[in-house]
Each structure stands twice: as C-alpha cells, then as structure tokens.
C-alpha cells in the first residue's frame, strides 16, 4: 500500500532501520526498512526523520510493516539549516510519537502536523508555532483540557485563568482561592485564539511577550502532565 507519510523517528539494528512514522491513512506505524543502514542502498539517503514522502509498504504474514519503496517528497531544507527550527520540528516529531498510539488514524493531526512543517521551513515564527502545534497535537489526542470553563465551577473563564497545584486544567477567579501556581491574562487570550484558528493562521497572530510568556509555562505544565517524566529523545546525529 502506498501511504503519505512523516518519518517521525529512526532507529538502526543491524543493517536495517526501524522507523517510526505518522500516515495519514493508518496513524503511527513502526516500519521495517531493510538494508537502509548499509551504503549504497536501494533508498539512497532519503530514510530520515522529518522527511515528508510516500511511502510504499507492506505487511508481512507476522503482521509487521516493511518499505519496500519511498519517495521523497520534501526534506524541508530550510529547517535543517537553522538550529532553532530543526530543535522546533524534531521536538515536535519526538512528541507526536511518543503520545500518538500505534495505527490510530488521526488525518487533521498529519495535516496539522505537514503545515507546520511548511510553515517553519518558509521562515514562520518557530517559538509561537511550536506552542501553537503542541495545542493542537494535545487537542487532537484529547489531552487539552476546556479553555474556556472553569473545572470547578463550570463558569465561563473570559479574563482570567488559573491553575491550581500541578494539574493544569484552568480555573475561574471565583474558585482559585490561595497559592494558585499560575495566573493566566493576556496568555489565556492567545491560548483560545491558537485553539480556535485553524495552524495555518496561528502563525500570523499577534501577541505579547508576557501573553507567550503565560503561554510556554502552561504548555510547559501539560507537556509534564502528559509525558510524566518521559524525556523526548531526538533521533540520529545525521540529520
Ligand atoms: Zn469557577
């Protein structure tokens, strides 16, 4: 079958690469490449991670994915020229697979997933869109909890948010009481703004410092409550 594909991750057994890659069609999917570690090799060098492609596999009889042909479509450049967009993206990759679960199609994700590619390959702000992916990665996994309603009271939250303890969902003034761990102002407005929008245009929204601020230490927060102490792990030094 031939499948649209984003090489997520890669590693090396042997003379073989393991790879692990978000399709369109089947989710995430852990895909044998055989004899891609060896040079020469029928897939020249295109089997690396970031590689947008298509991708022709198929499964063997005990039920694992094998390539047998890929065609590389965009090795987005302009990322891997600049330090601070490839950390972005390969950030960005490292989290979808390790919090997407294996053949679970999510389709919106791989688009979302492709435009912010795009958007950080042609020059688009790479701290804003990183945070703005991040929000929709966990919208579409459902690990972002209600941005608008207090998880106390039900009340609508417009002005202000708060997150109590560790656990980030977001409470109203009302039912914040003492030592909230974070107060969310011009954030919460940016936070519902990349919520609602679809990536394409989240890159064009205008914001504070103290808004993104307010932003990356809630993120931050959910990115811990999610991953519980998992590090992200960047693959290969030949990227
Ligand atoms: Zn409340």
New binding site residues.
Partial sequence: MRLETIILNRKVVRSDKILSVFSRELGKIVVVAPGCAKVPNRFGGAIEPLNYGISNIYRSVGGNFYLREYELKKPFWEIRRSLNRLESALFILSLVDKTSPLELPEPELFDTLLVFLDLIDSGGDPILLRYAVILKIFHFLGFLPSLDT?S??S?KISKEAFVKGDTPIL??G??AGEGTALKLTEGLNLLQEMRRKPLALCGRIKYTSRGLEEVITYLEMLLRGVLGGVGLEFSGSNI
Wanted: glycine share 12%; charged share 0%; net charge neutral.
């Fill in positions: 207090c106390s009271c009340g409470v109203c009302n039912c």
